[in-house]
């Protein structure tokens, strides 16, 4: 052990890993928080899908990567709903503001709502009347959005019927 680690508290990660001389397994490294995740590469139509996905694969953000964008150090990121829950716990843990969290079925219901808005105007964005260049490039992209969205929902999602639509008894 290292002189400079008898007090970690308040350090920042690097610092912690440092002092610590890169062992953090069994070493309370609070107030940071670590979760295991694993970074995916997967290929697109333009470059390549990079996600951070938690211990149960569920996505946590992601990009897509392109030879135009190694040139610099910031990128548009989604950030998904998993790792916008976990931020939300840091935040109440470390009283900084968090969004109130609003009744699971009235939430499900809205974004359910809005995926049917969103398929809609992407249906609408693939009626044609000519087949152009621009309108197969726009096809390519929503297929590959919607394939990416639907394998993204049926990984988070129940599998059977009888998990999706629990008996009367749940009422």
Request: glycine fraction near 6%; hydrophobic fraction near 40%.
């Amino acid at each position: 052990m290292h002189g400079d680690e008898a007090d970690l508290f308040g350090k920042t990660y690097d610092q912690q890993m440092k002092a610590t001389g890169g062992q953090s397994e069994g070493v309370d490294i609070a107030p940071n928080r670590r979760i295991a995740a694993e970074v995916v590469f997967e290929p697109v139509l333009n470059g390549v899908r990079v996600t951070a996905r938690d211990a149960n694969h569920r996505l946590l953000w992601g990009f897509i990567g392109s030879q135009g964008m190694l040139e610099h150090n910031y990128c548009p990121v989604a950030v998904y709903e998993t790792l916008q829950e976990h931020l939300s716990v840091a935040l109440v843990r470390h009283n900084l503001p968090a969004p109130e969290p609003g009744d699971p079925l009235v939430d499900a219901g809205e974004a359910l709502a809005a995926l049917e808005a969103t398929v809609r105007s992407l249906r609408d964005a693939i009626k044609i009347k000519k087949v152009t260049k621009p309108a197969v490039d726009r096809a390519r992209v929503i297929a590959r959005l919607a394939r990416d969205a639907d394998r993204a929902i049926r990984l988070e999602a129940p599998t059977t019927r009888s998990q999706t639509h629990q008996s009367a008894d749940d009422s």
